[in-house]
């Protein structure tokens, strides 16, 4: 019965998203509107569309492939039999849930490898975007997978030592320290985690330092951190961020982005970023994402009573991780429906920090940057409504224009 749900679930949001991509397809093609039409000459609109529609179809067989994966695994209880295999090396609960753990990432990873390789280095690199060579690639896994065991593993046996220790009020424990690291990374990720991957120096003084800090100055915005990053080592694309708070804030320009836009563009890109601050977007939506959280652990510690969400998978005794894995996939329909409210935030966000470059700089440069940024990756600028709702954390370009510009 269980097992049922969870094929349906697996299958259903595989449908969903086949469903979602193919209404995007349909749209692509559609007449642009008239105030976005010219951002395309004829030739770079069909390399726009030829772009979504090979990243489209590559979509649907990289996710065919693991919904078939997944579905063999529910059925013939290829995750019991993982467990069997672990348990049969290792005693310790703990030990037993990490190797687990481990070994179904190393499994998942492999098996996306060759998809993960298509992207990069066949479309990316065929739309001319592609900056990564493969020593970077493999020198990004090998420290990837070093910080993702020394943090994630650590963590991981924090909650398990706390699940063994503490029965009942293991959730709310391992919710506060999760929490803790998460603020701890949401201050300081972009110093201590960032630089493994990037290069990130001080912005040179120069036209376009002085220019930023005449804003800044106007906006009582104290600079401190404020960084180019080498994003040119992986991609051609231009962005932007803001992260941390307080003394930590810090904001990173791609060093594309310098590159492609003008300097009253940048410092309307800039004055976006510090929108997000000024209205403390990355705060709340941090606060936002610890209470969900609390939710999806009150949640799991409860149904981590049931010993049959280990059952389901043809395990003979219940386990933590077992039991972890069950609860997450019958989470996905509420986490779809969480990203739905998430994406929805982040676009309402996205309004208020265009809205607070215009007031606070000026609108032509803010549009002439939204424009360069979206044609200079081949966006899909007539994206489906509710491939949109599902999948976009930033507006369309034409609404954000269309924002900008109402007076
Ligand atoms: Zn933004």
């Not at 904001?251 to 982005?257: E, G, K, Q």
């Not at 981590?304 to 219940?318: F, I, R």
């Not at 739905?340 to 920090?353: C, G, K, Q, T, Y």
């Amino acid at each position: 019965m269980l097992i049922t749900a969870l094929v349906v679930i697996v299958v259903g949001f595989y449908i969903l998203e086949a469903v979602l991509d193919y209404l995007n397809q349909g749209t692509a093609n559609k007449p642009l509107d008239p105030r976005i039409a010219h951002l395309y000459s004829d030739g770079e609109r069909n390399r726009s569309v030829a772009y979504s529609a090979e990243k489209s179809r590559f979509g649907f067989w990289s996710a065919s492939f693991s919904t078939v994966v997944m579905v063999f695994a529910l059925s013939y209880g290829w995750f019991a039999k993982l467990d069997e295999f672990v348990r049969s090396r290792f005693e310790n609960e703990i030990v037993v849930s990490l190797a687990f753990i481990a070994l179904l990432s190393v499994i998942s990873w492999w098996l996306n490898l060759p998809f993960q390789l298509y992207s990069i280095f066949k479309i990316e690199a065929k739309y001319g975007f592609n900056k990564m060579t493969l020593s970077t690639f493999i020198s990004d896994t090998i420290k990837g997978t070093l910080v993702a065991s020394i943090f994630g593993g650590g963590l991981l046996a924090v909650v398990l030592w706390l699940y063994q220790n503490l029965e009942d009020n293991f959730w709310i424990a391992s919710w506060l320290v999760l929490s803790a690291f998460s603020l701890f990374m949401f201050m300081f990720g972009t110093t201590l985690i960032l630089p493994l991957f990037n290069k990130l120096k001080p912005l040179d003084s120069g036209e376009l330092r002085s220019e930023i800090e005449k804003y800044c100055d106007s906006q009582g915005y104290s600079i401190g951190r404020l960084f180019v990053m080498d994003g040119s080592k992986r991609s051609t694309k231009a962005n932007a961020f803001f992260s941390g708070l307080g003394r930590s804030k810090t904001i990173v320009l791609f060093d594309t982005l310098i590159e492609k836009l003008t300097t009253k563009e940048i410092v309307a890109v800039l004055a976006h970023e510090i929108g997000h601050y000024k209205k403390r977007h990355t705060l709340s939506m941090f606060l936002f994402s610890l209470v969900q959280s609390f939710a999806i652990f009150g949640l799991l510690g409860w149904l981590l009573s049931y010993p049959e969400l280990s059952t389901a998978l043809g395990a003979q005794e219940p386990s933590f991780h077992l039991s972890a894995l069950t609860f997450f996939i019958l989470f996905t329909p509420l986490s779809m429906l969480l990203g739905l409210i998430n994406n929805s935030w982040s676009r309402h966000n996205e309004f208020e920090a265009d809205t607070f470059a215009r007031e606070t700089y000026e609108v032509a440069p803010m549009r002439a940057a939204l424009e360069k940024i979206s044609t200079d990756s081949l966006a899909n600028l007539s994206p489906h409504p509710l491939y949109v709702a599902f999948n976009y954390t930033h507006p369309t370009l034409l609404q954000r224009i269309e924002n900008i510009e109402r007076q």
